[in-house]
DNA sequence: TTGTAAGCGTTATCAA
DNA sequence: TTGATAACGCTTACAA
């Protein structure tokens, strides 16, 4: 067998038009039992599928939504993409993943790709060094289904998934304040980048809450992955006396740091205590293991998908012509868990040891 | 805007046919040059782009492959994409990537799903309980190209990328056995999967060569990630005396294992020296920092990318009609790389300390 | 209940 | 050099 079946070959079979093989294979109300029974058991027979082109080419459809990454190697947005799938996929959903790299160029043509293929709808979580407003912008007035995740735009009219950034990490730092750290640093990422500024909120605002000074020379701006946290922890030696708590803006910007300091003979805890953001599994296998805010990733996948499927399915809804009406964006802020570990139980406060 | 210009948008403002436009598009040789700086204005002005679902149809290919992987979590399989995307987004091809779950059951279903999707090829990394042998071999004879990568089945004719799994679990044996290592336990995998067969083979090989000799009981079949490390190290731990070396058959599970053994008070390298196979980033975060056999991801990706794309094209070359004639089935072998740490460095054989 | 025909956006064939 | 027409596979008015 070489050629796949069509519905011409089924109505050719049975000396019937294709209109009808097409109802009775879309199980219409107008279509006589024994024709259906046939043509169902013709279409068996030839293990006839529909040809899902031109079904979109007929439903103006795609059935393709585009995923903009900054990257995927960190399992972190790995799990919200398998959250993303569970929705789709059952759904008749195709995803196309694209990466950023961190990137606001690469972010842009990953968009213009995307466009060009005419998908359904696009989540995204932008990249590092992105502003792309003007193109978000542009994509929403176009009509563009579009629902932000983990890293939005402030100033954007549209869906975001989130979790309370600014809290968690007011309370990974209260947490390290609680364990007696009184000159804590913090690793913040890049300045422009949501997550960044609001982390660094609640890093500020935690200790104003509990009358520790803010020292804007303990504030290291680096980026979000691992080597950002060996050039943080250079600066971080070089201070006199040494902090005595590290609230870093991501795991890999911890697990970087730790090592380094280790490296250098700085005890953790017990010279430094740290906490990260954003459980991944690396955290575990670290020593000692890292204290860090978990995200419910999967969930996040889930929810973005679920707000975009609705914008996607209410456009192709009569009742919604009018594109401005904005009744679907939402903004969603899903909960976190602070995983407290050893690498911020100080000493004085551990147990058996 | 709300609608995407048509080539018939263009053809009806210049009064010209639609056939013009398209050859005007298309850039070919028999269009007047005025009419096609005209048309081309136009297409400009109008921002059109083509429908690629029109070509679809047309072409009666979907541009579109799909990738089935065991797992994209640990950052292995989602190097291997990221070459893949290389290699596939510049020549127009979308990427669908599906994943197994280890799970036969659900890698028939992603093959299905492919299939209904009429994907233009696909390479698969088999899971680990598969045995789908009848279901490659009915999308082989359906002149599906496919291609298999890293875990590959022994017996289908197919393309295949894959490292010298059997040379280099051999290396890093014989590695250990350098290090003075003299009874060296083995966690292999699952005993149907290719790597876990191959590696096993390397294993016996180099105990073989140096005179050691093969202790079945040293062998544990566990699976391939961390939690089977972990099940491993406990019933090394029962072991009078402990082996003196570990190979293990993944990082996973070689770091899963050091992580139980240094619970429980068992010195890396001192008391047992570890080394694993395919480089994670694990590997280097880990304490100590674990002795692995690097492979090549991107290239494996790109590699494979490139063995289904030479598939795909010459099935549409009209040279190439006789589908069996199998010019195209290759095995690619690629290098890897034995990366040496401080997991197995025996004491007497150690630098500076 | 079924068939005819038009259309989704393109391109290829053939005529003009 | 250009235009009509058919075709890719399917659905859906509308007509019968």
Redesign the interface.
């Known amino acids: 067998?070489?050629k796949?079946a069509t519905i011409k070959d089924i109505a050719h079979e049975l000396n019937i038009s294709t209109s009808t093989v097409s109802r009775a294979l879309a199980d219409q109300w107008d279509v006589n039992p024994d024709t259906r029974r046939a043509v169902l058991e013709v279409a068996k027979r030839l293990n006839y599928?529909s040809?899902?082109?031109?079904l979109?080419?007929r439903s103006r459809q795609?059935w393709?939504v585009g995923v903009v990454v900054p990257e995927?190697?960190?399992?972190y947005f790995?799990?919200i993409?398998?959250g993303m799938?569970r929705v789709f996929?059952p759904k008749g959903y195709?995803?196309?993943?694209?990466?950023s790299n961190e990137t606001a160029s690469v972010e842009e043509n990953n968009l213009k790709?995307f466009?060009?293929?005419?998908v359904d709808g696009i989540l995204i979580s932008v990249a590092q060094d992105s502003d792309n407003t003007a193109i978000y912008d542009r994509l929403l007035k176009?009509?563009m289904p579009l629902v932000f995740f983990n890293r939005v735009p402030e100033d954007i009219r549209a869906s975001k998934v989130i979790v309370d950034d600014r809290k968690w990490a007011f309370l990974a730092t209260e947490h390290l304040i609680s364990q007696g750290c009184r000159r804590i640093a913090h690793f913040a990422g890049n300045g422009n980048l949501s997550v960044s500024v609001e982390r660094r909120h609640g890093y500020i605002s935690a200790l104003k809450k509990h009358g520790l000074p803010v020292d804007e020379s303990l504030i290291i701006e680096a980026g979000l992955q691992m080597e950002s946290g060996y050039i943080g922890a250079m600066k971080l030696l070089q201070m006199d006396p040494l902090p005595d708590g590290l609230f870093a803006v991501t795991d890999p910007v911890a697990?970087g740091a730790m090592?380094f300091l280790k490296n250098h003979g700085i005890r953790i805890p017990e010279d430094i205590a740290v906490a990260g953001f954003t459980e991944s599994?690396?955290a575990t296998?670290?020593?000692p293991p890292l204290t860090t805010v978990r995200q419910p990733t999967f969930d996040i996948g889930v929810t973005a998908a679920t707000l975009l499927l609705d914008q996607i399915t209410s456009r192709h809804d009569p009742d919604k012509s009018d594109s401005w009406s904005g009744d679907n964006v939402r903004t969603v802020t899903l909960e976190a868990h602070l995983e407290v570990r050893e690498s911020s139980l100080c000493k004085n406060f551990r147990g058996g040891s």
């Not at 995927?72 to 399992?75: E, G, K, Q, R, T």
Request: hydrophobic letters at 45%.
């Open positions: 067998m070489t796949r599928r040809n899902p082109i031109s979109r080419l795609t393709t995927f190697i960190n399992s790995a799990e993409l398998i799938q996929f195709n995803i196309l993943v694209a990466q790709l466009e060009n293929n005419m176009n009509d697990i090592k599994p690396y296998i670290v020593e």
